[in-house]
């Protein structure tokens, strides 16, 4: 059974910087994505980094950062997969919000199966 759990957050000052991680644990076999998303009050959750996998259990994927954060983070993964990191620097107070680790998994028939972290809050104080 595969469960994912987020941490990292907390606050920090504008212009600062953090690392978030997510820890998974279970079955990865099957594992295609692995994805940080946001989502901040009264806004829907969008994207912020993803690492698309090959396949391959060790293969370090190809890599998409969101225009928001683009230049300023960096998503990483440890080869077996069990443990994704966010590092974010030059923070701003619109990249307050709660952070979710998400990886996805391809099942028989093409059928998506997406396993969510419950999220660790981030806050940027201005």
């Known amino acids: 059974q595969v469960q994912v759990v987020e941490s990292g957050g907390g606050v920090v000052q504008t212009g600062g910087s953090l690392n978030l991680s997510c820890a998974a644990s279970?079955?990865?076999?099957?594992?295609?994505?692995m994805d940080w998303h946001r989502q901040a009050p009264g806004n829907q959750r969008e994207l912020v980094a993803s690492i698309i996998s090959d396949g391959t259990i060790n293969s370090k994927g190809t890599k998409y950062y969101a225009a928001p954060v683009k230049g300023r983070s960096t998503i990483s993964a440890n080869d077996a997969k069990t443990i994704l990191n966010l590092q974010m620097g030059s923070l701003k107070p619109e990249d307050t919000a709660v952070y979710y680790c998400?990886?996805?998994?391809?099942?028989?028939?093409?059928?998506?199966?997406?396993?969510w972290g419950q999220g660790t809050q981030v806050t940027v104080s201005t």
């Open positions: 998400l990886y996805t998994f391809e099942r028989a028939g093409g059928r998506m199966d997406h396993i």
């Open positions: 279970g079955n990865l076999d099957e594992l295609i994505s």
